[in-house]
């Protein structure tokens, strides 16, 4: 199954770099302008459960890498994933939504909104959905020091004195 | 009529959990409703990019506050994975015996929440006494009753203590012989059937389209369960069924609820019967040294609730880089729920989210 769908992958998409990361877990390295073609390619594939949309902050290399999770929920490949990944410049974090492919992804593009601060293009709800202060990096990036910023917000709150009698 | 702008929660009566909707009404119905999850959000994942592997066993636990087990499990199998470590065949059996008796106590929690809320007060502190019984049995097992940091890399923290399998067989049987009395007063209650046929009613494609899993797809005449799909710990080792129904709605997915427990207390009893001799645990490295090596897993299994994912992503340091836990309330609390509240009406709303059995912690990690 993994092979068929490997090379199905590489003949319909140039630049799509396939990796069989174990039996039934495949990664697909895309362009970033492939990716929505891609995942309608898959999904009229019969994989039409998008499990999850994740981001890995690659701070080295300046990169932010986004991760979809795509598996099935049809009878005879349930059991597979695709992992597609790609990646985006960490200084200009923008992408474009894939809700017209997958309705599902609308809270994940949200989440990874506020915490990373991409900016998905087209999604019309990247409103707030977890934090409740502004942060001046985006809290979930890798230079965002959470220690560092616990004691510069919270240190400063004096201790209630003691009254004295 | 007026359009009002209605807040419903955290601290409302009708509300399980701590999470709130917006809801915008006109009348008593609803005509747009906006969950805003994040009173709970304790940014766990990008705390465990700070911990060591092992360190991280105590706020995996938390995601999930009524069902821990599955969380540590999903994490534990995603560090087998990326470290490539075997796990012994008793293991195996203990943690399907550990995550069946806790999906047993979660779904006793949920048939208090949902009969709490239907006003079925009795019926609710049977359920609450029940649970309390299994909690009683993880006491036990592992030192604790509600985070119980049991399952391991590499197996299980400790073997089943003496006499703990006659225990297990004797709370089961309690608790097992009470089901007619369920029954009796609540599952056949005319009662219970008009206050929860045709609420929350979501089709196939509906659910599909929206990512659902766990019950609500069930619901819908799907079967669709993780252990059965990709057998994790014992589960290919035992017989056990998986309880669909047709009509997708609130007293479909609390019929369930009561059909999957009777499975767990079946896979249970084989498990306890089946269980081999042998070591609990492969040993790992030290723990404060562990270099896990580079590399990505995607794993799942299936909770309570649903379809429970773990993306993690190792660079060869002893912490992880990446850990993104993909929960099953996260759809539901987040997309059907809005979707079900729209043109229901505000009585309606407790029924609809208890239904589908929405747990706020694990939307906000």
Sequence with gaps: MNKLLKGELESAFKDVLVNILEETRLTATAPKDAVLSILSFLKNKGYDHLALISCVDWIEEKEFELVYVLTSYSEKDRKEHIILKTRILRKKPEFKTVISVFKNAEPYERELHELFGINFEGNERLTPLFLERDYKIPPFRKDFDTREYVKETFDKIPFVEEEKE | ?365
């Design chain 2, 1 to 365: 009529m007026r359009e009002l702008e209605l807040y419903f929660g955290p601290q409302h009566m009708g509300m399980v959990g701590n999470m709130s909707i917006t809801l915008k009404v006109e009348g008593d119905r609803i005509l747009e409703a906006q969950t805003n999850p994040g009173w709970l959000h304790r940014g766990f994942e990008k705390l465990m990019e700070y911990r060591t592997w092992i360190q991280n066993f105590p706020m995996v636990c938390r995601i999930n506050v009524i069902e821990p087990d599955s969380m540590e499990m999903v994490y534990a199998m995603g560090v087998e994975k990326l470290a490539k470590i075997e796990v012994p065949e008793r293991a195996n059996y203990i943690r399907t015996i550990v995550l069946e008796l806790s999906r047993l106590s979660s779904h006793l929690f949920g048939c208090w929440a949902y009969a709490n809320m239907l006003g079925f007060d009795t019926i609710a502190q049977w359920a609450m006494y029940h649970r309390d019984l299994v909690l009683d049995l993880f006491e036990e097992l592992t030192g604790a009753r509600v985070y119980h940091i049991y399952i391991w890399p590499g197996g299980v923290r400790r073997d089943l203590p003496k006499g703990f399998k006659n225990k297990v067989l004797s709370t089961l049987h309690t608790i097992g012989s009470s089901v007619p009395d369920y029954d009796a007063t609540f599952f056949n209650n005319r009662l219970f059937y008009e206050r929860a046929k045709q609420i929350g009613k979501i089709t196939e494609k509906e659910a599909k389209e929206l990512g659902a899993t766990g019950q609500i797809l069930r619901a819908t005449g799907m079967k669709f369960d993780i252990r059965k799909i990709e057998p994790y710990a014992a589960y290919d080792k035992v017989d056990f069924e998986i309880p669909t129904r047709e009509d997708g709605d609130a007293y479909s997915r609390v019929w369930l609820i009561r059909d999957e427990m009777i499975q767990s207390v079946h896979i249970v009893m084989q498990c306890l019967e089946k269980i081999p001799q042998g070591e609990v645990y492969n040993r790992i490295p030290n723990p404060f040294k562990w270099k896990v090596a580079k590399g990505e897993a995607y794993v799942r299994v299936e909770s309570s609730r649903g379809e429970l994912g773990l993306y993690m992503v190792s660079n060869g340091k002893d912490k992880p880089y990446r850990v993104h836990f993909r929960t099953p309330s996260y759809p539901h609390g987040l997309l059907i729920l809005e979707k079900l509240l729209e043109n229901a009406s505000i009585a309606d709303v407790g029924n609809t989210m208890i239904s589908l059995y929405v747990v706020a912690p694990e939307i906000d990690r």
